[in-house]
């Protein structure tokens, strides 16, 4: 693959959606040198870009209560969202809040189109905002670009490619640290980062594979990853409809195009047929051929044509926000009916999912009697129950339990040592219950059994006691 080719031409009228922008007749590749996009939208990117950068490299160091505030330690399966810690056993939870998501996705995207693609995807981010900006750093303009590209190996064109490439590889690595803050946490990433590369191989591999990857993905494959790859674009042809906001050419005002002429009045459409929206686009497509699956609604199309608009007087907004019915019709609705169905599914969802999450206990504790024992005869009058008592830790701390008995007089004891639940773990032990035969009043007496968390009540348990009726055999 070679970088000498541009993809920057006007597509046929008939052709483009038999082709990709960034595949050749013979079917190489070619390589995209978009011009440096200036505007008001690319402004607001620069900063929504910082904005994100900030979260994603600050939020693993952030603590609530001295436990990380975010973390996805997929190796531990232990997971912790805004100071709150779960585990596997909230496979509900983690089930809500996927199907949220994807609901969530789907709205989204039916009524704003690819608005996150443009502004909040970390690839575009990183793509668009940091290695993008470096080739104009170190190469210059897109002419530049591909002069250098073409040309012969001279010491210039070595020192540019080394120094370009030496510094997608730290920022590479960078973004390897910061991914496996987010999954092992920053603790654990500090310490890889101050012992000797012996004590942690398998760390020290994982970043520099992850490292070659990110590299690889900006330096290389660019775009192609959301052209070729990205599953959410290729959700758009069936998620889109006439009344979602995308980012689009207005044909009816801007067509018939023709280049400006100054001595003429001009009769035809506002398009002058300049190419600007053309030679920015970073996916190397015409947005005047309509809503495109490469087009990651990057906005520097619209900040190109904007600033065509205002050199030649006419109104901006011939590349712009809208829908097709917008377009056409000059409609907008955001309340369509999918719209609508997808809102009221995900209040239900979310609202499902909060109180799921504000009534999730600590501890779950269950004690049911051990199944296909009897009750046994003990000393001294007495009658004892075996039970089986399982105990799920969800907190962060290691959780000392005890039992008292609530509305009877009897003895009770864990068999074994003392009950004590680590962090996301879960136990099961056996207990015994005794009771005094002239307390037994049926067959199944109810027992309620306070569950002790450090002395204080965890948990009231219901469960029965089977003993002989009247203390009587
Ligand atoms: S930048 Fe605007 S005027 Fe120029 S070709 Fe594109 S749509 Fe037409
Ligand atoms: S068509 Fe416009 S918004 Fe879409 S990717 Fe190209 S420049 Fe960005």
Known sequence: MTETETTNSPASETSFRDQLGIVSKEGKRKWIYPKKPEGRFHRGRILASW?????????????????????????????????????????????IAMI?????????????????????????????????????????????????????????????????????????????????????????????????????????VAILVF???????????????????????????????????VIAYDFIRGEPRGKLRKSEERVIGDCID???????????????????????????????CDSIMDSVEKPRGLI?????????KKIRSLFTPRSIGYSILLIILISLLIYLVITRSDI?????????????????????NLYDVKALNK????????FKLKNV???????????????????????FIMLRRDQIRSMNTPLQIEVLRNGEIAQIIETSFLGPVGGKE
Request: aromatic share 14%; glycine share 8%.
């Open 211 to 245: 490292t070659g990857v990110f590299h690889w993905i900006f330096g290389w494959f660019r775009e192609q990853a959301c052209i070729l790859v990205c599953p959410y674009g290729r959700l758009q042809g069936v998620l889109l409809d006439r009344n979602s906001i």
């Open 320 to 328: 712009r926000y809208d829908s097709i019915e917008g377009i056409e």
């Open 409 to 431: 007089d009897g003895m009770i004891s864990v068999l074994g040592d003392s009950l004590i639940v680590k962090t996301q773990e879960s136990v099961s032990v056996k207990l």
């Open 100 to 204: 949220s998501t994807i609901v969530f996705i789907f709205l989204f995207t039916v009524v704003f189109g690819r608005l996150f693609c443009g502004w909040i995807c970390p690839q575009t981010v990183f793509m668009e905002m940091v290695f993008r900006k470096i080739d104009y750093w170190i190469e210059g303009n897109p002419l530049r670009q591909k002069q250098l590209n073409d040309s012969s190996w001279t010491g210039n064109k070595i020192f540019k490619k080394s120094f370009k490439h030496g510094i997608y590889f730290f920022l590479s690595f960078l973004i390897s640290n910061m991914l496996l803050a987010w999954i092992i946490g920053s603790d654990k990433l500090l310490k890889i980062i101050t012992s000797p590369p012996s004590e942690h191989m398998g760390g020290l």
């Open 364 to 384: 779950d504790v269950t004690i049911l009697r051990t199944g296909g024992m009897f009750y046994q005869e003990q000393p001294d009058d007495y009658i004892s």
């Open 51 to 95: 904005i994100l950068l900030a979260i994603l490299f600050v939020t693993p160091f952030l603590r609530f209560n001295g436990h990380p505030l975010m973390l996805f330690d997929i190796t531990e399966r232990k997971f912790i969202v805004f100071g709150l810690i779960f585990g596997p056993h909230d496979y509900i939870l983690f089930a």
């Open 274 to 304: 300049c190419h600007q929206c053309v030679d920015v686009c970073p996916t190397g497509i015409d947005i005047r051929n309509g809503t495109q699956l490469e087009c990651i609604n990057c906005t520097t199309c619209i900040d190109a």
């Open 395 to 402: 907190t962060f701390e290691s959780v000392p339990l005890s």
